[in-house]
């Protein structure tokens, strides 16, 4: 069993940076697969990015690649989403998940994580 708790968000102006924490209880966090997913109100849940449980593999959707980093301190048991250049496109509640994945990839559809943090709100005003 893994619990995760988000922190990090807030309110910021377009062109401005956040980083998100994912704090995760449990003596296994290293070997989860951690993703981060967001939510925009009347929108479904998209796949932001996830990291594998080393640290060396990364994916990221499309709409951050080159403006997020995910990325995780397995002494820590925190995973972190590095956001820059926001717009306001990327207001939503943003999700942290866990998945004990075998292999060091991470998966990208939410319906494999099996554990949930309860969200951050992020807003980016123009």
């Known amino acids: 069993q893994v619990q995760l708790v988000e922190s990090g968000g807030g309110l910021v102006q377009a062109g401005g940076s956040l980083r998100l924490s994912c704090a995760a209880s449990?003596?296994?966090?290293?070997?989860?697969?951690m993703g981060w997913f967001r939510q925009a109100p009347g929108k479904e849940r998209d796949f932001v990015a996830a990291i594998g449980w080393s640290g060396f593999s990364t994916y990221y959707a499309d709409s951050v690649k080159g403006r997020f980093t995910i990325s995780r301190d397995n002494a820590k048991n925190t995973v972190y989403l590095r956001m820059n250049s926001l717009n306001p496109e990327d207001t939503a509640v943003y999700y942290c998940a866990a998945d004990p994945v075998v292999g060091g990839g991470a998966p990208i559809e939410a319906y494999e994580y099996d554990y949930w943090g309860q969200g951050t709100q992020v807003t980016v005003s123009s």
């Open positions: 449990g003596r296994t966090f290293g070997s989860y697969a």
